[in-house]
């Protein structure tokens, strides 16, 4: 089991930018799967981007691709949403998930733990 804990959300204007963190303890954090989903009010949660356990292979949405980039720091037990040009559709509370396994799934079904989210609001 694990436990995700997300940090770094705000208030920050169209085009600036922003570092979301999750941190892991529990089990061993490289036998996870690690991904960012976000869900605005009124909509359902929506897949933003995953990473592999190793960190060599990423997953992106469309609406996302060049503006965001996940990673993750195995050492530190840490996977990270480096949020670039951000525009007010972006607003949402992110959440940071787990699934045991290696594959990157964009369904949020696939994933067995979730943080508790960090709200991310963006200004025009």
């Known amino acids: 089991q694990v436990q995700l804990v997300e940090s770094g959300g705000g208030l920050v204007q169209a085009g600036q930018s922003l570092r979301l963190s999750c941190a892991a303890s529990g089990r061993a954090f490289n036998v996870y799967t690690m991904a960012w989903f976000r869900q605005a009010p009124g909509r359902e949660r929506e897949f933003v981007a995953a990473?592999?356990?190793?960190?060599?292979?990423?997953d992106y949405a469309d609406s996302v691709k060049g503006r965001f980039t996940i990673s993750r720091d195995n050492a530190k037990n840490t996977v990270y949403l480096q949020m670039n040009s951000l525009k007010p559709e972006d607003t949402a509370v992110y959440y940071c998930a787990a699934r045991y396994g290696s594959y990157m799934e964009s369904a949020s079904a696939s994933y067995n733990y979730w943080g508790q989210g960090t709200q991310v609001t963006v200004s025009s």
């Open positions: 990473v592999s356990r190793s960190n060599a292979y990423t």
